[in-house]
């Protein structure tokens, strides 16, 4: 008697964990970070910026790697820490022109792709899952977050050109962001009553 393949259960997908971006977890302090670069990416000290967010009051580290995606051009990455807690809460890679003058408007949309393909597939909560919301000044291509409200947004950033009922997006960014909580980031905020 034959027996019939198993077909593949969607629901019975791996649950995401997103605890990072490669080797940098959420949580870690600089220090930490900065080792966690240098083994990903085999950068030394003088391809790794540190800066300062004057607004939001948080440190950034700051890289410039080619190829995070085969044949994607090179992308910034910034690695973000908190206001109060000093740790990572947010890793953000950026993939555009100014980081990469030989990515075109084909790259972007081949990296944004590529991109809501995976994260479709990677198991985020169903119920907190969007994909492919038109915005003012792009495509949300995705948006998830996993059990502990980490969450990915990819957004595909430009202009929309053309008449009404027929408008084609002219890419000007794709970006990626790795979140603890983007909706309650830890950023200097001024509470009523401050002033």
């Not at 580290?61 to 740790?87: C, H, M």
């Not at 980081?99 to 084909?106: G, K, Q, S, V």
């Amino acid at each position: 008697m034959a027996q019939s393949a198993a077909v593949p259960d969607i629901s019975e997908a791996a649950a995401a964990d997103l605890t990072g971006f490669r080797s940098a977890q959420f949580g870690m302090d600089e220090e930490a970070v900065i080792e966690a670069i240098k083994a990903d990416f085999g950068l030394e000290d003088d391809e790794i910026n540190v800066g300062v967010n004057t607004v939001e009051r948080t440190r950034v580290i700051t890289i410039s790697v080619p190829d995070i995606l085969p044949e994607g051009g090179r992308a910034q990455v910034s690695y973000i820490f908190g206001y109060k807690s000093k740790a990572l809460i947010q890793v953000g890679i950026l993939w555009a022109p100014a980081t990469d003058e030989t990515i075109t408007d084909e790259i972007l949309f081949a990296n944004g792709d590529l991109l809501r393909s995976y994260f479709a597939s990677a198991g985020y909560q169903p119920d907190t899952i969007t994909r492919d919301v038109v915005l003012e000044n792009g495509i949300l291509l995705f948006r998830g977050s996993d059990a502990s409200g980490h969450t990915a947004i990819l957004l595909l950033q430009g202009r929309f050109e053309g008449e009404e009922g027929d408008l084609t997006l002219r890419p000007e960014a794709l970006t990626l962001l790795y979140a603890v909580n983007p909706d309650n980031p830890d950023i200097l905020t001024i509470t009523p009553g401050d002033f």
